[in-house]
């Protein structure tokens, strides 16, 4: 087993280095928090996963939540507090520089270039979130319906996603998820 310094040092690294790759936000992140934490470190089970991602989206605040639940579950305050600011520090130090950078280079057409090139990449991260969470928080066949039937309401209609969300806790309440 892993000694408490050696827990908050994992927490920091995997979450540092996490931070680097969270092109369009944490939540592009998901599939390689989920790996970690599930698959590589058995920090979590997968329920317990989509439990905390559920309970990072619904809390006011950064999408980043999401982090310092893992690290509360797994070392505590001091968890919850490395994992934060493993996750913030690197990528908004990154963001400082790059944007400096971007502020000198302002007449050129790289920084446009590069922008343009970010959006698919950042588009493809965000939809491997989704299939992550998905397939971490689809029990049943129903849930399965729901959830694709919930993504092409979303994607054919200018319907608020909040009455969607609002229809599942109320399924859910019901019993039928």
Not at 51 to 68: C, E, H, K, R, W
């Amino acid at each position: 087993m892993n000694s408490p310094t050696g827990t908050l040092l994992t927490l920091a690294w995997t979450f540092g280095l996490m931070s680097l790759l969270a092109i369009g936000g944490a939540n592009s992140t998901i599939p390689e928090m989920h790996r970690v934490a599930v698959d590589v470190q058995r920090w979590l089970s997968d329920l317990q996963f989509a439990d905390m991602f559920a309970i990072s989206q619904l809390s006011p605040g950064p999408n980043v939540l999401i982090v310092t639940l893992i690290g509360y579950h797994v070392a505590g305050i001091a968890g919850a507090l490395v994992a934060t600011f493993a996750m913030c520090g690197p990528s908004a130090v990154f963001a400082y520089f790059v944007s400096n950078m971007l502020t000198r280079s302002r007449h050129s057409a790289w920084p446009a270039i590069l922008q343009a090139a970010l959006v698919p990449i950042s588009i493809g991260l965000m939809c491997a979130s989704g299939l992550i969470l998905t397939l971490t928080s689809d029990r049943t066949w129903i849930a399965a319906v729901l959830t694709i039937g919930a993504a092409a309401l979303a994607l054919v209609t200018r319907l608020n996603p909040l009455w969607m969300l609002v229809m599942g806790g109320i399924l859910g309440f019901a019993g039928v998820v």
